[in-house]
């Protein structure tokens, strides 16, 4: 193992020498080296990770590369719109949550985790695009976290098809309202979205009358 990781420390220094090199020499105005040279760090990083076995250590400092990496060129490229607070908390979540360990799969870790994903996307719709409501996007995907974890721990699952049909119905009622409030099509999704309780409910009803 230890001889990958010193492959992969020369074969990235290599990569990012001819890289240089090769924006040196051909686009000497157009500084785009940079770019996967930073992403090349990541190959002898996660080896040299893997090897410790420190997954860690390995989460925070290649969240640390892509943050640097992706602030480098949102102010580089385009300034007047910062889009790398979009990206940051993901990169930031997830050695926070790494270095949890065992209880970032409870199901208290999950709801303060769903929480904090939307009061922060909910404050960055409301500070740059308050017109267009799309955390209604996150809250539903976020959603799934605790709801699907709890039924599972609980092996409730005729109960977890009521909730979640109920959840992806105020999604689509949410998003009818919000985009397009002049024409009602909420109502087709919801549709289909209520057989799934209803044939969870008569395939346990037939279930249970042939085990009588």
């Known amino acids: 193992m230890k001889g990958l990781v010193s492959f992969s420390i020369v074969g990235s220094a290599i990569c990012m020498f001819f890289l240089v090199m090769l924006n040196y ?126 039924h599972a721990r609980h092996r409730s699952f005729f109960a977890f098809s009521i909730q979640a049909s109920i959840w992806l119905s105020a999604f689509v009622i949410a998003m009818n309202w919000a985009f397009s409030p002049g024409v009602i099509w909420a109502i087709y999704p919801i549709f289909a979205v209520v057989w799934w309780p209803l044939s969870m409910y008569f395939f346990s009803a037939k279930r249970h009358m042939t085990t009588l």
């Open 25 to 150: 020499f051909l686009t000497p105005t157009l500084d785009w080296s940079m770019y996967p040279c930073i992403a090349l760090l990541l190959w002898p990083l996660s080896m040299y990770f893997v090897y410790r076995q420190n997954l860690k250590q390995f989460a925070f400092f290649t969240s640390t590369v892509f943050i640097i990496l992706l602030t480098v060129i949102n102010l580089r490229e385009s300034p007047e719109v910062l889009w790398v607070l979009y990206a940051l908390y993901p990169l930031v979540f997830w050695p926070v949550f790494t270095a949890f360990g065992e209880k970032a799969y409870t199901l208290t870790a999950a709801i303060i985790g769903a929480t904090l994903t939307i009061v922060y996307y909910a404050l960055l719709n409301i500070a740059f695009s308050p017109s267009y409501p799309w955390v209604i996007v996150i809250i539903f995907a976020v959603g799934w976290w605790p709801l699907s974890l709890y």
